[in-house]
């Protein structure tokens, strides 16, 4: 059974780092695409950063240059590394598939004050 556990989420204070992981129970993990989801109070789950199993990345473009996803296959964990934060990154993130078909974690609350 696939399980994602988030973590690493926490309060920062406007341009602030923080690093999230999800350490993902995915048979094959090495060669499934992964990516970082977030959703904020009253609004739909977006995608923020996809990587592929040959370490190919994409970006939102409200992230880019910001957020860095990498992966460590002999971990199973998927991170996403957060710079200069702003209010707006406020969300709870998640991790998940390219089609969102796994079960979703509890995902990790990330709080940035101004």
């Known amino acids: 059974q696939v399980q994602l556990v988030e973590s690493g989420g926490g309060l920062v204070q406007a341009g602030g780092s923080l690093r999230l992981s999800c350490v993902a129970s995915?048979?094959?993990?090495?060669?499934?695409?992964m990516g970082w989801y977030r959703q904020a109070p009253g609004k739909q789950r977006d995608l923020v950063a996809l990587i592929t199993s040959g370490g190919s990345t994409n970006y939102a473009d409200s992230v880019k240059g910001r957020f860095t996803i990498s992966r460590d296959n002999a971990k199973n964990t998927v991170y996403l590394q957060m710079n200069s934060l702003e209010p707006e990154d406020t969300a709870v993130y998640y991790c998940?598939?390219?089609?969102?078909?796994?079960?979703w974690g509890q995902g990790t609350q990330v709080t940035v004050s101004s």
């Open positions: 995915v048979t094959y993990f090495s060669v499934k695409t």
């Open positions: 998940n598939g390219p089609y969102r078909g796994y079960p």
